[in-house]
C-alpha cells in the first residue's frame, strides 16, 4: 500500500501535521483512485470533499491543460478574461453581487471576516468588531480563522489568537439572543456553516437558519456562512443555505469549487460590493487562470439540467444504504454529505479495514463520513457501499 522507502523518505522531509492513512494514490479515474502498486479504491471521500467531477474528468483536464499551455499565471495587477468569465459565472450562479478570489477555504474565511470587520468600521466607527461563530464549527488553520472555530482543542499552542470571536450553541436561539444583549454594539457579524462538516456533519434546523437571518437584519449585523464544504452542489443545490430559503450577506467556497486545483471565494452581496478597496486585500495567486479555467467547466457541470438533481438522488440512495447497513446507528448530512454514527467499533478502525477492502472513507469526530465526487455513477457507489458493509457486517 505504501511502500517503506516512500514512508522513510515522507518521514524525512515532511513535517508530520497529518495522520495518514497507509497508501500511495498515483492515478484515477472517475470515483476510482488507484495505487502505486496498481490497487483500486472506491474513492467515497473526493479529496475531502475537493474532486467534486471525480479523478480525470475529461472537459476539466482540457480545459485546464489547454489553460497552462496557454498562460498559467499572471499577478493580479493585470486583467484576466479567464478569470474575469469566471467571476461573473459564479456571481450569477451565487446571486451575490461580487467576489474575492484565494485558494483555500481558510483565506475566503480570512476575507469574510476582514470585510465584515470593515464594514462595520466604516458605517458605526470603532469598537463593533466582535463575530459570534458557534461551538463546534470550523473554519480553518490560519491563527484568524482557527479563533474563529468554536472548538477549544484547536485553541491552543498558537497564542496569541486573533480577538474578537466569541461561540454560542448551535441550534440555540436564545444563546444567541443573550450572546448578543451581552455584547450590544460590539458585534458586527455572526458566521457559521449550515451543516458542520468537521464537527461531526451536524445539520443546523432551517427554522434555527431563518431565526438568525432575522436576528442579523435586526442589528445590522452581517451574516457569514461558510460554504467551504457544503458549497458547489455539495448537498444537491448550489448552496446549503438555498435549503432554509435563506441567503447570506457574505459566502465563502473552497474545495468542490475547483474541482481539483486550489481556490477560494469570498462573495458578497450587492451592498457590500466597495467595502473593501484598492490595496486592503490581496493574494497573488488568487484568481491564477488555470484554476479559473478549470472552477469553470465545474460551474458549467452543476449548471446542466438534472445535475443537481442527480446529487440529491444518490445522496437519497446512500443515506438509506447506509441506514440499513449493521452498527450504523444514525445517517445525518444532505445530498452526498453524510456522516454514519456507529455503535460498535471506531470510525478510524472501520477506515482503515475499507481501505484494505478497496475503498477510500473519511471520519469527522467519531463518524464516518462520505463526500463522494459528485459525478460518482451509480455502479461505483454499489461498489464502495458493499466493500464497507461487508467490513460493518464483521465488527
Ligand atoms: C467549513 C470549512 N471551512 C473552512 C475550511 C478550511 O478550508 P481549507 O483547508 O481549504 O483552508 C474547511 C476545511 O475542511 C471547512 O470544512
Redesign the pocket.
Known amino acids: 500500500m505504501v511502500s517503506p522507502e516512500l514512508k522513510k523518505q515522507h518521514d524525512g522531509a515532511l513535517m508530520p501535521t497529518y495522520g495518514r492513512f497507509p497508501v500511495a494514490l498515483e492515478s484515477g479515474r472517475g470515483a476510482v483512485a488507484v495505487d502505486t502498486q496498481g490497487k483500486e479504491y472506491v474513492d467515497f471521500g473526493s479529496g ?1 470533499g475537493v474532486n467534486s467531477l471525480g479523478y480525470a474528468d475529461p472537459e476539466w483536464v482540457a480545459a485546464v491543460q489547454e489553460q497552462a499551455a496557454k498562460l498559467q499565471h499572471i499577478s493580479n495587477l493585470y486583467y484576466s478574461p479567464v478569470q474575469v468569465a469566471f467571476a461573473h459565472a459564479l456571481c450569477r450562479t451565487a446571486k451575490m453581487g461580487r467576489v474575492f478570489l484565494g485558494n ?4 475566503a ?1 480570512e476575507c469574510a471576516i476582514k470585510l465584515a470587520r470593515k464594514y462595520s468600521f466604516d458605517k458605526y466607527g470603532e469598537g463593533r468588531s466582535k463575530i459570534i461563530g458557534l461551538r463546534n464549527s ?4 490560519t491563527v484568524t ?1 482557527l479563533a474563529a472555530t468554536g472548538q477549544d482543542s484547536f485553541h491552543q499552542y498558537f497564542y496569541p489568537f486573533t480577538e474578537g470571536f466569541l461561540f454560542v450553541e448551535a441550534g440555540n436561539v436564545t444563546g444567541l439572543i443573550d450572546a448578543l444583549v451581552e455584547n450590544e454594539g460590539a458585534v458586527c457579524a455572526v458566521m457559521l ?1 449550515c451543516i458542520q ?2 464537527g461531526g456533519v451536524i445539520p443546523m434546523e432551517k427554522a434555527y437558519l431563518q431565526e438568525v437571518r432575522k436576528l442579523c437584519d435586526e442589528r445590522d449585523l452581517l451574516l457569514l456562512i ?1 460554504e ?2 457544503t458549497g458547489a452542489g455539495r448537498t444537491g443545490r448550489f448552496f446549503a443555505y438555498e435549503h432554509a430559503g435563506i441567503v447570506p450577506d457574505v459566502v465563502t467556497m ?2 468542490g469549487l475547483g474541482g481539483g486545483l486550489p481556490i ?1 471565494a469570498c462573495l458578497c452581496t450587492e451592498r457590500l460590493a466597495d467595502v473593501m478597496g484598492p490595496g486592503m486585500h490581496g493574494s497573488t495567486f488568487g484568481g491564477n487562470p488555470v484554476v479559473c479555467a478549470g472552477a469553470q467547466i465545474v460551474l458549467d457541470r452543476l449548471a446542466q439540467p438534472g445535475f443537481l438533481d442527480a446529487v440529491t438522488e444518490k445522496g437519497e440512495y446512500l443515506r438509506t444504504r447506509l441506514a440499513a447497513m449493521p452498527h450504523v446507528a444514525q445517517v445525518r448530512g444532505m445530498g452526498l454529505m453524510r456522516g454514519a454514527v456507529l455503535d460498535k467499533g471506531t470510525a478510524r478502525e472501520v477506515a482503515e479495514r475499507c481501505l484494505e477492502g478497496g475503498l477510500l472513507v473519511l471520519t469527522a469526530k467519531t463518524l464516518l463520513r462520505f463526500l463522494p465526487p459528485l459525478t460518482i455513477t451509480q455502479e461505483e457507489l454499489d461498489r464502495g457501499l458493499e466493500i464497507l458493509e461487508s467490513v460493518l457486517k464483521t465488527l
Do not use: L, P, Y
Not at 104 to 107: D, L, N, T, Y
Not at 138 to 141: L, T
Open positions: 475531502i483555500s477555504g481558510a483565506e474565511n470550523f473554519h480553518g488553520r480563522t456553516e462538516g468537521e461558510d467551504v464544504q473552497a474545495k477560494g
